[in-house]
């Protein structure tokens, strides 16, 4: 999927109408096990075979080669739901969940599957109630596990809450066995729900306490923090402890986070703005925030000390950092190292960089040079991916992307092409597309850290004081005085 956003995203190379051949498929059509997402997409050949007995009669599906292309949104949904004799494919079921919400919310959807199961109920032949529930009651649970476990923040909202436990009771009455795996789903759901607003307590401590920690260091800047090599010396370790940071809040986010990004109305639906009012969380602006709080923190620790070689010290250390995050898979932190280092208060220290032996500084530079749409960057994460896939250890697992990129992608593959066709039907090519490329991302936020946790290094990373820009400039000039007039003038505004 990093090649198709790099197709995507090369000049002069905008997708305005999606492609004849049509999206990659794929096989399958037994009922399907949740997670892992890894070859989802993949495997390719959406079998048209699995969809005859169901589709054929509503004509509103259009395919071409097997593939699905597009739908009405009503014959969409009921392609979500399951009959005694048809399951949906799992990555059909990912893809319309992720993308439905742009034309509607996720409760309306929630109450329309609801609405279909029971329709469906009534229509099997009268007094086979219990003979309908065995054949179809597993099938809706799975979908309800689907749903519960990829996209559980769609259940903060109390409307989604209701109507899942109404149909999951329905399901529950028929059968002993079911009642369990009711109970079961909503366990496990309910436990995701109170891990994210468990998360959201932490972080805003952790943004509390940074911010009394910066009060503390404005009334007494005698007390200025330790450095961060006196809290952690070894830049292996730091690395891991960034890994540590960075799979944690990737972790946190929401499939759809991705999606909500750019909703806008649904030019059908005039009055509907569609989600823009239920947005549920903001963990990927959270994760956003981080990456700027590490670029930051590397410029503050850079231009704080006094002596030109404790300077020079600190950038090496950093460029070791950088280097062993390489070397994970952290691509993230990597990234946020490097911007810290290229920012002007921190590059203009001619003086400092004489001193720092750059070779390594600029292999890791050419690594993530943003030219021709960051090919260097794009083949290590490919690289990192297939090493991933064939992993032996957690370890080998990690994948953590460079993360603006990711969404400036997923952006521009929205961007590139409309979510209706003409006819109004809804432009599933396009979904399949950009679900394809958020399944990976869900495969790399599902790796546990193997490193053991540094409670004290975190502790630092994550409140330590760092610098505004300004402050960042006024430590600068005071450790190499201004060159030109521009920079004397700033210095003097800035005192």
Same mark, same amino acid.
Request: net charge neutral; charged share 25%.
């Given at each position: 999927?990093?090649?198709?956003? &790099?197709?995507?995203?090369?000049?002069?190379?905008?997708?305005?109408?999606?492609?004849?051949?049509?999206? *990659?498929?794929?096989?399958?059509?037994?009922?399907?096990?949740?997670?892992?997402?890894?070859?989802? !997409?993949?495997?390719?050949?959406?079998?048209? @075979?699995?969809?005859?007995?169901?589709?054929? #009669?509503?004509?509103?599906?259009?395919?071409?080669?097997?593939?699905?292309?597009?739908?009405?949104?009503?014959?969409?949904?009921?392609?979500?739901?399951?009959?005694?004799?048809?399951?949906?494919?799992?990555?059909?079921? %990912?893809? !319309?969940?992720?993308?439905?919400?742009? %034309?509607?919310?996720?409760?309306?959807?929630?109450?329309?599957?609801?609405?279909?199961?029971?329709?469906?109920?009534?229509?099997?032949?009268?007094?086979?109630?219990?003979?309908?529930?065995?054949?179809?009651?597993?099938?809706?649970?799975?979908?309800?596990?689907?749903?519960?476990?990829?996209? *559980?923040?769609?259940?903060?909202?109390?409307?989604?809450?209701?109507?899942?436990?109404?149909?999951?009771?329905?399901?529950?009455?028929?059968?002993?066995?079911?009642?369990?795996?009711?109970?079961?789903?909503?366990?496990?759901?309910?436990?995701?729900?109170?891990?994210?607003?468990?998360?959201?307590?932490?972080?805003?401590?952790?943004?509390?306490?940074?911010?009394?920690?910066?009060?503390?260091?404005?009334?007494?800047?005698?007390?200025?923090?330790?450095?961060?090599?006196?809290?952690?010396?070894? *830049?292996?370790?730091?690395?891991?402890?960034?890994?540590?940071?960075?799979?944690?809040?990737?972790?946190?986010?929401?499939?759809?986070?991705?999606?909500?990004?750019?909703?806008? =109305?649904?030019?059908?639906? #005039?009055?509907?703005?569609?989600?823009?009012?239920?947005?549920?969380?903001?963990?990927?602006?959270?994760?956003?925030?981080?990456?700027?709080?590490?670029?930051?923190?590397?410029?503050?620790?850079?231009?704080?000390?006094? =002596?030109?070689?404790?300077?020079?010290?600190?950038?090496?250390?950093?460029?070791?950092?950088?280097?062993?995050? !390489?070397?994970?898979?952290?691509?993230? $932190?990597?990234?946020? /190292? /490097?911007?810290?280092? #290229?920012? $002007?208060?921190? $590059?203009?220290?001619?003086?400092?960089?004489?001193?720092?032996?750059?070779?390594?500084?600029?292999?890791?530079?050419?690594?993530?040079?943003? $030219?021709? #749409? !960051?090919?260097?960057?794009?083949? &290590?994460?490919?690289?990192?991916?297939?090493?991933?896939?064939?992993?032996?250890?957690?370890?080998?697992?990690?994948?953590?992307?460079?993360?603006?990129?990711? /969404?400036?992608? /997923?952006?521009?593959?929205?961007?590139?092409?409309?979510?209706?066709?003409?006819?109004?039907?809804?432009?599933?090519? =396009?979904?399949?597309?950009?679900?394809?490329?958020?399944?990976?991302?869900?495969?790399?936020?599902?790796?546990?850290?193997?490193?053991?946790?540094?409670?004290?290094?975190?502790?630092?990373?994550?409140?330590?004081?760092? %610098?505004?820009?300004? &402050?960042?400039?006024?430590?600068?000039?005071?450790?190499?005085?201004?060159? @030109?007039?521009?920079?004397?003038?700033?210095?003097?505004?800035?005192?």
């Amino acid at each position: 999927s990093t090649q198709m956003a &790099a197709r995507y995203l090369s000049p002069g190379c905008h997708i305005t109408s999606c492609s004849e051949n049509g999206v *990659p498929s794929q096989t399958g059509g037994k009922m399907p096990q949740t997670p892992p997402f890894a070859a989802m !997409f993949d495997s390719s050949g959406y079998n048209r @075979n699995l969809y005859q007995s169901k589709e054929d #009669n509503c004509g509103e599906l259009y395919y071409h080669d097997n593939n699905l292309l597009s739908g009405s949104l009503e014959a969409l949904i009921q392609h979500l739901v399951p009959t005694v004799d048809y399951y949906p494919d799992r990555t059909y079921i %990912f893809t !319309f969940l992720l993308s439905s919400r742009l %034309f509607m919310h996720p409760y309306e959807l929630m109450a329309k599957v609801c609405q279909l199961c029971i329709e469906q109920q009534r229509l099997s032949e009268p007094g086979l109630d219990k003979n309908w529930i065995h054949k179809i009651a597993p099938k809706i649970l799975q979908l309800l596990t689907e749903w519960t476990e990829t996209f *559980p923040y769609d259940f903060r909202d109390e409307r989604m809450m209701r109507n899942l436990k109404e149909l999951a009771q329905r399901i529950a009455s028929g059968d002993e066995m079911y009642r369990k795996n009711v109970q079961q789903l909503l366990q496990n759901l309910i436990r995701k729900l109170t891990a994210v607003s468990q998360y959201e307590e932490v972080l805003a401590k952790i943004d509390a306490t940074a911010t009394d920690r910066l009060t503390v260091l404005k009334t007494k800047p005698q007390s200025i923090q330790r450095d961060i090599i006196t809290v952690c010396n070894d *830049p292996y370790v730091l690395a891991q402890q960034l890994t540590h940071i960075e799979l944690e809040r990737l972790n946190y986010i929401g499939p759809e986070e991705f999606i909500q990004a750019f909703v806008q =109305k649904d030019p059908l639906n #005039n009055d509907k703005s569609c989600y823009r009012d239920q947005k549920k969380t903001r963990n990927l602006e959270a994760y956003v925030e981080w990456f700027n709080r590490l670029s930051y923190l590397v410029a503050t620790e850079i231009c704080m000390p006094v =002596k030109k070689k404790h300077r020079a010290r600190v950038i090496e250390y950093f460029i070791d950092v950088a280097r062993e995050c !390489f070397n994970i898979g952290n691509f993230n $932190s990597l990234m946020a /190292i /490097i911007s810290g280092m #290229n920012m $002007s208060p921190v $590059s203009r220290l001619k003086k400092t960089w004489a001193k720092v032996k750059t070779a390594k500084f600029y292999i890791l530079e050419h690594q993530m040079d943003p $030219s021709s #749409n !960051f090919y260097n960057y794009r083949t &290590a994460l490919r690289g990192a991916t297939q090493r991933s896939l064939t992993a032996h250890s957690n370890r080998e697992k990690i994948v953590i992307p460079f993360f603006s990129l990711l /969404i400036k992608d /997923i952006y521009f593959l929205n961007e590139g092409c409309a979510n209706r066709l003409p006819n109004g039907h809804v432009n599933f090519e =396009k979904f399949w597309e950009l679900a394809k490329q958020v399944s990976e991302f869900i495969t790399w936020k599902q790796v546990e850290c193997p490193f053991e946790r540094d409670w004290k290094i975190l502790q630092y990373l994550l409140t330590v004081p760092v %610098f505004s820009d300004d &402050a960042l400039y006024l430590a600068s000039y005071e450790s190499e005085s201004p060159e @030109n007039h521009i920079e004397k003038d700033r210095w003097k505004t800035l005192r």
